[in-house]
């Protein structure tokens, strides 16, 4: 399970949204559906997550209509505030949501189309593990409206599955990929690099095969040791080994050349997509700031620069919404100092950057020479009055945003 929640302001029963915080019709909405049920915890995950002997009277089979009633509660609150907005993308993550019988996911689908509308061409996404992927359930998702399968591949190596606690297959990777092609979706797969005992080698052959099976988008995410996780233990006791800083840097170079020479382009630090039309269009909307509603246990919420975060727990998250309580635990509105150095971070880390303009000091714009000059930020891109991170920039990012934020 999750860290603890943030410490914020009491949410209000009803959820309503204070009288300041009045959402622009004109900012894109999206809608975050979490699926918080897993097989095995996999030791790596922090994710609010739960294995069936974890649930504690929350109920698998029940959770579509318990989420299905914070989305009525949300389009009362939404409602109150101005016009609805119809929902641009729609991502069920988790957790697994292909757990729940493709049927479930379609009725929840259903639900935020009833609400609030989905776009025509709006982006909808289910997160997926390969053991969990078959020709039927591609089908029936597709029928529903989902677009696009996110399939956690994590590596093609064995070894580097077992470290992770993964329990697919390689095999499995290929044949998910294969259905939900065959059945119109566009697929993303999800590889993770710098697992215990993993070499250079491995994340190769991990690379190479996860091109071979030709999926629309990448993402490569450098493996972070959370704190209360099996791995943490693990590493704490001295059983496996810490990641090598210096071998994840050279894991990202080897992704980076071998994505550009198969015809992928980064847009993100940790995302590639074969074109602009298939660069994540949900997670590109956590980046650039806009509205969206995050439904079921622990998800977060943004809408109108006030945030909000639902209890954790399904049989608690089920509790409040049987009382016709919202499940918020807490919320917040952040200050302009503290909205502009989250902007550094979030939009430098996008291939367009941030406008020099828009850097919150003057101190700030004056740095932007010197990391051209140590080859973090792109030269031309800053001459035109874009911050554009560099190879070497993605690669020591938070040092560029510590750089931006003083």
């Not at 977060?300 to 409040?320: D, E, F, I, M, T």
Request: charged share 25%.
């Amino acid at each position: 399970m999750a860290g603890p929640l943030p410490v914020g302001d009491p949410a209000p029963p009803d959820g309503r949204l204070p009288g300041r915080n009045r959402p622009d019709p004109r900012t894109d909405f999206g809608v975050y559906l979490h699926v918080p049920f897993c097989r095995v915890r996999c030791g790596y995950c922090d994710f609010n997550t739960y294995t069936a002997t974890e649930l504690r009277g929350a109920r698998q089979d029940q959770y579509a209509d318990t989420l299905l009633q914070e989305v009525a509660l949300a389009r009362g609150v939404l409602a109150d505030a101005g016009p609805l907005r119809e929902a641009q993308t729609v991502f069920f993550g988790g957790g697994t949501p292909t757990l729940l019988p493709a049927g479930d996911l379609a009725r929840m689908l259903d639900g935020v189309r009833e609400a609030f509308g989905v776009a025509e061409d709006a982006e909808v996404t289910v997160e997926a593990n390969p053991d969990t992927v078959t020709e039927a359930v591609v089908d029936d998702l597709a029928r529903a409206g989902v677009t696009r399968l996110s399939i956690g591949m994590q590596s093609s190596e064995p070894h580097v599955l077992r470290a992770l606690d993964r329990t697919h297959t390689p095999e499995n990777v290929g044949s998910a990929v294969r259905a939900a092609q065959a059945a119109g979706l566009d697929v993303s797969l999800d590889l993770i690099y710098g697992a215990p005992g993993e070499r250079l080698e491995d994340w190769r052959a991990s690379l190479e095969t996860a091109i071979s099976h030709e999926p629309d988008h990448l993402s490569a995410y450098a493996l972070i040791i959370e704190d209360g996780t099996k791995l943490a233990r693990q590493i704490a006791r001295g059983e496996v080994p810490a990641p090598d800083d210096d071998l994840q840097a050279d894991m990202y170079e080897l992704a980076d050349d071998l994505l550009a020479s198969a015809g992928y382009e980064w847009y993100e630090v940790s995302n590639w997509a074969t074109r602009a039309s298939q660069r994540s269009r949900h997670n590109l909307s956590y980046w650039r700031g806009f509205d969206w509603w995050g439904f079921g246990p622990g998800a977060h919420s943004h809408v109108a620069g006030l945030r909000w975060w639902n209890v954790k727990h399904p049989a608690a998250y089920a509790q409040r919404l049987s009382l016709g309580e919202s499940p918020a635990a807490g919320r917040e509105t952040p200050d302009g100092e503290q909205r502009a150095l989250e902007r550094v971070l979030l939009e430098t880390r996008i291939r367009e950057g941030m406008a020099v303009a828009d850097l919150p000091s003057a101190a700030a714009r004056m740095a932007v020479a010197g990391l051209v000059a140590e080859g973090l930020v792109d030269g031309a891109s800053a001459v035109k009055g874009r911050v554009v991170l560099t190879r070497r920039g993605r690669l020591l990012a938070d040092a560029v945003v510590r750089a931006l934020t003083i």
